[in-house]
């Protein structure tokens, strides 16, 4: 019973261009969502979050969407660089609870 | 600013042998939650503590335990030790502890325990 879902285990993005990271969920009670980066041998860093009163929320080169109707989330990176090669991690909860669920994430890989 | 920091970094341990692992938050931070994540899948809440008090526990059986001191470090122990309990666990520290969009929770490298 996977309630968040990344479809996408891997995604290849030439540097410079447009990365877009997937997430859907299905508790249609979160309401917070965050995107987490993770190197090799690194805890998760935390990236960016969006309130479900947002449908949009950027910061620098990152932009998170929330499409609540399709309880979808995505994560664009632009432009990428290859730096931004790590796995990515998709997680929610629903506001005032104490747990967060995360997806499987996806590993980008951004080719110089 | 330290961030959070976890000991040890590695751990090899064989099985039915018990386990504990160390967590020390964000100065300032009164929450402690620990995450199991095994390869190729995402972190698995196993326990929240905030202000020393267990707050929540994720779907893992009593073998997992954990408490959180007065200065809000915590420890999480393992007994009886499984060869599916190897895995890398990471504490994530945050003020209150609960969802919320200002406090997001800040992760620490992890230990990466290995059961032969």
């Known amino acids: 019973d996977q309630q968040v879902k990344q479809n996408s285990p891997s995604l290849s993005v030439q540097e410079g261009r447009i990365s877009i990271l997937n997430c859907d969920y299905t508790n249609s009670m979160f309401d917070y969502f965050l995107w987490y980066k993770k190197y090799p041998a690194e805890g998760p860093t935390f990236l960016i979050s969006?309130?479900?009163?947002?449908d949009k929320n950027e910061d620098g080169r990152f932009t998170v969407f929330l499409n609540k109707s399709a309880k979808h989330l995505s994560l664009h990176i632009v432009p990428s660089q290859p730096g931004d090669s790590a796995v990515y991690f998709c997680?929610?909860?629903?506001?005032?609870?104490?747990?967060?669920?995360f997806g499987t994430g996806t590993r980008l890989k951004v080719l110089a | 600013d330290a961030g959070v920091t976890q000991s040890p970094t590695h751990l090899i341990k064989t099985r039915g042998q018990h386990v504990t692992l160390r967590c020390s938050p964000i100065s300032g931070h009164k929450s402690v939650s620990w995450y199991q994540q095994v390869l190729g899948q995402g972190p698995q809440f196993i326990f929240q503590?905030?202000?020393?008090?267990?707050?929540g526990r994720g779907n893992f059986p009593d073998r997992f335990s954990a408490r959180q001191f007065p200065n809000y470090s915590s420890e999480l122990n393992v007994n009886a030790l499984l060869l599916g309990d190897s895995a890398l666990y990471l504490c994530a520290s945050s003020f209150y502890g609960t969802v919320n969009s200002n406090q997001p929770q800040h992760f620490g490298d992890g230990t990466r325990l290995s059961i032969l």
């Open positions: 997680a929610t909860g629903e506001s005032g609870t104490y747990k967060y669920i």
């Open positions: 503590y905030y202000e020393k008090e267990e707050r």
């Open positions: 969006i309130s479900s009163i947002k």
